[in-house]
């Protein structure tokens, strides 16, 4: 008798994503376990759809028989309101990254926090995490600051352009983690600040392809100083770069990407994925330009 192997049907939804490295990273991985399992990115901008339509996205899926879906910019914090059931850390960071559909209810995750927090462990292990400059708490912004926190990080700076979302994400942490220092700061503090921390962590889109350069000035910059980044794609970007070229420890944005991805895959199928297989995937990707 034939036995009726389990298949997968998985989507990403956010703006820009057909170019991904993330469905690949996922079907690949599946191919080594011997699943059948399809990832199609569903991108805004092709679709001509609005950010604030992605429960319209969800439902349909379901209709059409996808099991999962990532979420990613600008659904994240948009697709709250459209689960049954969310889980205390996404809700804790207020952002969904990941849903799985199960008997007709939408349940969310949130792996970008987790698997920052598996980047930081695993790429700068024994990292000093007194003091930490972030740079960004838009989405992403928003798991990797309860990531530091939940990390051991004792005092965290909060800097974004828009200095009414620092000061509400600073606000929000203070009330989960009451014993750290969590500061919301404006970007002219910025060059004052970097000579006071420990590590610096970019979590805005600058570095990448089309938003290329160096999200601050770093002259205050050391070979003292941890520097990690959450942009990928170049995983060399130039703050990483120039921070390499100081001797400063460096936390590539392929990282967090691969820890995202791995704990997506095994709340999606159950299976624990191959961590250093999939980075390796990621990165030879990456070399080859993909």
């Known amino acids: 008798m034939s036995t009726i192997t389990q298949s997968y049907l998985v989507g990403l939804i956010g703006d820009g994503v057909v170019p991904s490295l993330t469905p690949p990273m996922h079907e ?10 399809l990832y199609r990115p569903i991108d805004l901008s092709v679709i001509g759809k609005e950010g604030a339509e992605v429960g319209e996205l969800l439902r349909a899926g379901a209709l059409l028989g996808f099991n999962a879906f990532n979420i990613t910019h600008p659904c994240k914090q948009l697709v709250l309101e459209h689960l049954d059931e969310i889980s205390d850390e ?24 987790s698997g920052f927090s598996w980047a930081l462990a695993h790429g700068l292990p024994g990292a000093t995490l007194d003091s930490v400059l972030q740079l960004g708490v838009g989405g992403a912004g928003s798991a990797v600051a309860f990531a530091l926190l939940d990390s051991g990080v004792k005092e965290l700076l909060l800097v974004d352009p828009e200095a009414a979302r620092a000061a ?5 942490l203070s009330l989960q983690f009451p014993e750290r220092t969590i500061l919301a700061c404006t970007p002219d503090q910025v060059p004052a600040l970097l000579p006071q921390v420990d590590g610096l962590l970019n979590a805005t889109p600058i570095g990448m ?8 000035d770093i002259a205050g910059l050391t070979k003292e100083h941890w520097v990690a980044d959450v942009v990928y794609r170049p995983v060399d970007t130039e703050l990483i770069t120039a921070a390499k070229k100081l001797g400063a420890k460096t936390l590539d944005g392929g990282n967090m990407a691969v820890g995202q991805a791995v704990d997506a895959f095994e709340i999606i199928t159950g299976i624990t994925p191959d961590t250093a297989r999939m980075r390796a995937h990621l990165l030879s990707m990456l070399e080859a330009g993909l």
């Open 168 to 172: 509400e994400r600073a606000a929000t």
């Open 28 to 37: 690949a991985e599946a191919d080594a376990h011997g699943l059948r399992y």
């Open 90 to 113: 996404a809700r804790a960071i207020g952002a969904v990254n990941t849903v799985i559909i199960k008997d007709g209810k939408f349940h969310g995750y949130n792996t970008d926090a």
């Open 209 to 216: 392809h089309h938003h290329p350069g160096l999200p601050l």
